[in-house]
């Protein structure tokens, strides 16, 4: 169906449409690519018609509008929704429903937007690729061939699929800028502190950030505006005043210096040329606007995956060991104790790939090892940092590739992890800094979308969504094609 | 007995005993959630997402359980860390919904410190830190190896949990009991917790080695746990000591390891537990920022503190007159020594007071299973009685009486009284006539008496007394005797 969500929203305000009938197109749509792209883990029709209803009395009565009044969004499976089954993508999880709603499920219900489902997405957001469901892959509308990315996959199929305007998704070492390249979206992978973490399902916790998928930077600004901010139950957020991140929307570049980074000019030169070829122009558009093109340097970015692997799997060792069966989700029982329950529910529970970083995790924080691995990778993730902080002393933003590739074919990657764990070269050094980066469609190839990552001083947001929609609005490629599974969707009944 | 003794039976050897104590810290709210703290309440009703651990849920640190463990760190001289942080201790157990304890590690909040026994030995602190408490386990069957099902009650876990780790410098199970006793002490007065080992709120895990006398190197030591009494502590040690002599002295090795006190048995057995072999993985726990307490906050605590109870005792001899051990025995708890104060700046006798606070009232309290807490007895009330006492006003019979009633029901001392009619009688006029009624009644006794039998006059003075019900002055009345007899 949808347009963007802000041309949703005015239409509902002037009671062109309802927020119902919103609402309706959206979950009819859902429903008519589900057997194609199985974006969805669950639709949630009733909460979001009731939403939905409450909205169109706001509108009835002449009450204030929500900035985001009547949009129809979908959220990735690992935020609670009050009452709602929420399983991460496990099968651990798969009878949770969780007792209480996510503080940014909250702000979207204050803001007016509709939850209309839950999105796929790789086992407790592991995985670049959505493979990792436990609830099978989900697929890419511009490749149905090709997997969405991940772990955010659902939310970017389902976006990229114009179902809704708005999704949200969760970033921890690339995982909303790798699908929103892949789904021709926009990815938004904000400040780490910057939106709060509470009731959203913790893999990384020094790492993780919820950010929005959006159809376009306005939308994504827009959403962003409402889902950042300190929240008393998160400890890590920060208490910084959010702006309204619209505002500092731009259309051209005078005066900005754009860092061009010279280690992954480097890297994307050696990978393939056509996708050496779309950045280099890509830098060229950006000068056009007006920017001034600097080097700069991330002399330990080549380190960040090794890092990374060390980090999130110490933290997601701990932090998923939780799941045991006693208490919630899943269980299968032991041999009348508590331990053999455990070991049995853990082993059934959970995939192959969410084992695999328990066992590194483990690993990495145990006697004798958590010096040589799980405290160097913090120095080094301390280098990173500084690398960030002296790049902008010379920049004001960052531009550089969000991927290697466009979206492979699914199955392509799953027997070799390491393959899998490159996808998120170019998007694990700003997750590790903490700094906020943004994926946005900037061309095709072998016609399939790629996006250009741009990344900022951490909260900078403004800064870095001002460039991006100057870049969007001056060479519109997500909106130069339109994706497979749009084409082949008449029964999707898409009205606009 | 023997002359063949071996020469290893001519070693003494002494305890090496370190204690850890854990004490919970009575804040309002858990360590890390809303929910509230309190004991006793129906099993999973003080229970939220985030101490259930729920998927999603993250902790926010209770800054009144950092100020507590601080003044208890001040109150014992510890080092307050500038910066602190709190750890993930990582192991599987169903009494902790997240599979880690949220504890601290390599940078408790306190370190250093002592605490001072009365004997003026001082047992150092090696560390104080904060950590979340675990939830029970009970067991069906009593023990979980031998139960068909196990419930678990979450109300404890998330409540903030002190941990009070010792120097390895006790020396005996009685030094060890003084040393619970001490802290215990200033716990209270610094009202933190409420200190009530049979509700678990004090708990206490021993380790315990031995060594020959005059060695200066540590011996093997065991870890003895379950103790639920300060009794249990002093058994459990006397045990665990005399077992370790005795395997030495059979040559055997002492092996590392946790022992479990058993309180009926009177012994302890060997866990058999692969305690040594769990590795707790810590780290950081990237849900908490790390901690900065600022100087400006430690002096502020400082500032609040009340008096501790040794500064008080030296107070107590030096400026009331009393005996150390008086004043032990009245600065032993923060109402006691309030109560004495004010009873003694109301009636201006610190003796009296201390003698009636350690006598009749201790006495008529422990006849009402009551404290001077729970008893309605107020300071003003027992100054006025004690100054009856040294008027006149009653007799000192008279006035245990009244003792009692105050101890049992409050009130005023002069109400009670009048309306029992203890009041002394000094009226001449009414005595002589009491007197007069006895002299005649006992005719004989006061022949006797005539006739030298000096003893006479005390029968005489009993009669009278008891015939005016004590209320008569017995000074009185045996000058009155005195008078009419000669």
Redesign the interface.
């Known amino acids: 169906m949808a347009k963007a969500g802000y041309e949703i929203r005015t239409a509902i305000a002037r009671k062109q449409i309802s927020a119902v009938e919103a609402v309706e197109a959206a979950l009819a749509h859902a429903q008519a690519l589900e057997p194609q792209l199985h974006a969805y883990i669950r639709l949630l029709p009733e909460r979001a018609l009731a939403k939905a209803r409450a909205i169109d009395e706001q509108v009835r009565s002449g009450q204030t509008l929500g900035p985001l009044a009547g949009v129809p969004v979908a959220v990735k499976d ?3 929704v009050a009452g709602e089954i ?1 399983t ?1 993508g496990s099968k651990i ?1 798969e009878n ?1 429903r ?3 709603s ?1 503080t940014v499920v909250e702000k979207l219900d204050n803001a007016g937007a509709i939850i209309i489902g839950k999105t796929n997405m790789d086992e407790f957001a592991m995985g670049s690729s959505c493979e990792n469901s436990a609830f099978g892959p989900t697929r890419n509308p511009w490749d149905l061939e090709g997997v969405p990315g991940g772990s955010s996959g659902g939310s970017a199929s389902t976006v990229g699929a114009i179902t809704v305007p708005i999704g949200l998704g969760t970033d921890t070492g690339g995982s909303i800028r790798e699908p929103a390249s892949f789904c021709n979206i926009v990815g938004v992978k904000p400040t780490y502190g910057r939106v709060s ?6 893999f ?3 790492l993780d950030q919820a950010g929005p998928m959006a159809g376009d930077v306005l939308d994504a600004a827009q959403t962003l505006s409402v889902i950042a901010g300190h929240d ?5 957020s920060v208490d910084i005043p959010v702006p309204d991140y619209t505002a500092a929307l731009r259309t051209d570049l005078q005066g900005v210096r754009v860092g061009i980074v010279s280690e992954f000019e480097t890297e994307i030169g050696k990978s393939d040329p056509a996708m050496a070829a779309l950045y280099k122009a890509a830098y060229e558009d950006l000068q056009r606007l007006g920017a001034r093109l600097v080097d700069v340097r991330l002399p330990h970015a080549r380190y960040g995956l090794a890092t990374y692997y060390l980090i999130a799997p ?2 997601c ?2 932090n998923l ?4 069966g ?3 989700g899943r269980r299968v029982d032991g041999d009348g ?3 053999t329950m ?1 070991e049995r529910t853990r082993a059934a529970g959970f995939g192959d790939e969410v084992k695999r970083r328990i066992i590194l995790g ?1 690993y990495a ?3 004798g090892y ?1 010096d040589a691995y ?1 405290v160097r990778a913090q120095k080094i993730r301390t280098l990173i940092k500084q690398d960030f902080d002296a790049a902008f002393e010379l920049c004001d933003v960052i531009a550089c590739p969000s991927v290697s590739t466009p979206a492979f074919e699914l199955g392509a990657k799953t027997q070799d992890p390491v393959a899998m764990y490159l996808m998120d070269y170019f998007t694990i050094p700003m997750s590790l800094a903490g700094v906020p980066a943004l994926s946005v469609p900037a061309g095709y190839v072998n016609d399939l979308p790629v996006g250009l990552q741009i990344v900022a001083r951490a909260f900078e947001e403004a800064t870095m969504l001002g460039v991006a929609h100057a870049y969007e609005r001056a060479t519109h490629h997500a909106q130069a094609r339109k994706p497979q599974v749009a084409l082949s969707s008449s029964a999707a009944g898409s009205g606009s | 007995m023997s002359q063949q003794t071996p020469v290893q039976d001519s070693t003494r050897y002494e305890a090496v005993i370190g204690l850890e104590v854990h004490v919970e810290l009575s804040t309002h709210s858990k360590m890390f959630c809303g929910c509230r703290n309190v004991f006793g309440a129906e099993p999973n009703t003080l229970v939220c ?1 985030i101490c ?10 209770n800054r009144r359980a950092i100020e507590f463990l601080c003044k208890v760190g001040l109150a014992l001289g510890c080092t307050i860390a500038a910066h602190s942080k709190f750890d ?1 201790k ?1 192991y ?1 157990y ?1 009494d902790m ?4 304890q949220i504890s601290q590690y390599d940078m408790p909040l306190t370190t250093g410190g002592s605490v001072q026994l009365p004997s003026q030995k001082i047992v150092r602190l090696n560390r104080i830190h904060l950590e979340e408490d675990t939830g029970k386990n009970i067991h069906a069957g009593g023990h ?2 031998t139960s068909d099902y ?1 419930l ?1 009650d979450y109300n404890r876990a998330g409540v903030p949990l002190m941990e009070i780790v010792s120097e390895p410098e006790i020396a005996s199970p009685e030094e060890a009991e003084e040393y619970l006793v001490q802290l215990k002490t200033v716990l209270l007065y610094l009202g933190v917790s409420d200190v009530k080992m049979h509700e678990g709120s004090l708990r206490c895990d021993a380790n315990v080695s031995i060594r020959p006398v005059g060695s200066t190197t540590l011996g093997t030591k065991a870890e003895v746990k379950n103790m639920n009494s300060f009794r249990s502590v002093v058994r459990a040690l006397q045990y665990e000591i005399q077992r370790q002599e005795e395997a030495v002295r059979k040559g055997e090795r002492i092996v590392q390891e946790t022992r479990n006190w058993d309180e009926t048995r009177g012994l302890t057995y060997s866990t058999r537990s692969k305690e040594q072999a769990h ?1 707790y ?3 950081p726990d ?4 790390p901690l900065t307490i600022e100087q400006g906050m430690i002096e502020r605590w400082r500032s609040e503190m009340p008096e501790m109870p040794l500064t008080k005792r030296q107070r107590f001899v030096s400026a009331y007159g009393l005996a150390d051990y008086e004043a032990g025995l009245l600065t032993s708890d923060r109402v006691t020594a309030d109560f004495y104060e004010a009873a003694t700046a109301e009636s201006k006798e610190p003796k009296l007071v201390a003698n009636w606070m350690l006598g009749d009232v201790r006495k008529f309290l422990e006849k009402h299973g009551l404290t001077l807490a729970t008893s309605l007895i107020r300071p003003q009330p027992l100054a006025a009685l004690i100054k009856s006492v040294t008027s006149g006003n009653i007799s000192g019979k008279a006035a245990k009486e009244v003792c009692d009633i105050l101890v049992a029901e409050g009130g005023d001392p002069q109400n009670i009284i009048e309306k029992r009619g203890l009041a002394q009688v000094s009226d001449e006029a009414a005595i002589k006539q009491v007197v007069d009624e006895v002299l005649a009644q006992n005719q004989d006794t006061v022949a006797s008496y005539k006739a030298g039998k000096v003893k006479a006059l005390e029968f005489l003075v009993g009669q009278v007394m008891k015939a005016s019900r004590g209320k008569a002055k017995i000074e009185v009345v045996r000058a009155m005797l005195l008078e009419r007899l000669g």
């Not at chain 1, 973490?197 to 913790?202: K, N, Q, T, W």
């Open positions: 690992i935020f609670c929420t991460a999880l949770f969780a007792p209480y996510a973490r509470y009731g959203m399902i913790a990384a916790s020094s008393p139950m998160d400890s890590t110490a933290e060792s701990s060991a939780r799941y045991d006693a208490r919630y104790d508590v331990f455990f483990t924080l145990s006697a958590y799980y | 997402p259930l651990g729920m998927p999603g849920s993250l902790p926010v640190i993930r990582n599987f169903p919904p997240k599979n880690y979980m190896a196990t678990i590795d993985r810590y780290f990237p849900d908490l920022v």
